[in-house]
């Protein structure tokens, strides 16, 4: 007897075979599309930075070097830096999972104290906002400028995060809730023993989402931020290109001949490059921890039901 895979091999027909090639070259060409970027800053990165300046570097790196990542790793405050940024990534991501859970269940529920009017006023918060200079009054008069708190705090509650998992909890079966509370359970119980782990794929999805905001983020410490032992990463690395253009800039204008052998080894071409893979490496290790957790956490929390 034939197997099953054979018969669907006889099957299929000269369209069929063709619109498989198509499809498979659709996709080969987007996946280059989107890896492309990544790979090309890498490789200038690598290569000799007079090269990578002209932009000679293109598809193969040439001279290899690793001093770019040398000079960046040895910038004065990158460690406390990077710890800033590691802990407000961590903590806010936690913050925001929970605080997205909770509010979403509890709009869910209702028994709750006139929930339709509190979720539409949730809702309306992400159409409008107070603005840069409010805001910072607001956070003044709140003592958290020059805070590490002005990092977690203004970001906890998303309520674009807060819906989606409201949508997911509804997909839930009622039974499971009514069940728990049959047997006892309170509000924070049903929440922490019921929802909590059968919500895993979309709290992965806002964990996602709240990591790579928190990691890429540096407005906040430029405006709410002078202490330098605040700086992020983000914000220590931004600061340094602009210092390594304003050097380019130097060189190009005196022609010192070791200045312009300096601008050879540090030009703001490369440091770009290196800034950039150095703060888009880390969070690009988070996807594929959480990806088996965020498409299903997408297609199931955006349609209810």
Known sequence: MKTAAAKRKKKLKGGDVAFNVVNYLVFLIITIICVYPFYYMIINTLSANDLSANGLINFLPH??????????????????????SVARTVIGTACTVLASGFLGFLFTQEKMWHRKFWYRFFVITMYFNAGIIPTFITMRNLHLTNTFWVYIL??????????????????????????????????LTVFWKVILPTSKPILATV????????????????????????YTLQYLLYTYINQASSLAAMVRNTGSVNAAALATQQT?????????VI???????????FQRFFVSGIMIGSVKG
């Open 63 to 84: 001279k290899i070097h690793f001093d770019n990542y040398k000079q960046v790793l040895g910038l004065s405050g990158l460690p406390l830096a990077a710890t800033i």
């Open 207 to 230: 964990a996602i989402w709240a990591a790579v905001a928190q990691w890429n983020s540096f407005q906040d410490t430029l405006i709410y931020i002078t202490d330098q032992k605040l």
């Open 154 to 187: 203004p970001a906890i509650i998303q309520p674009f995060s807060v819906i989606m998992v409201k949508t997911y909890i509804e997909s839930i079966p009622k039974s499971l809730q009514e069940a728990a509370e049959l047997d006892g359970a309170g509000t």
């Open 279 to 289: 703060v888009v490496l880390p969070i690009l290790f988070v996807y594929p921890i």
């Open 268 to 276: 703001p071409t490369s440091i770009r490059m290196t800034v950039s």
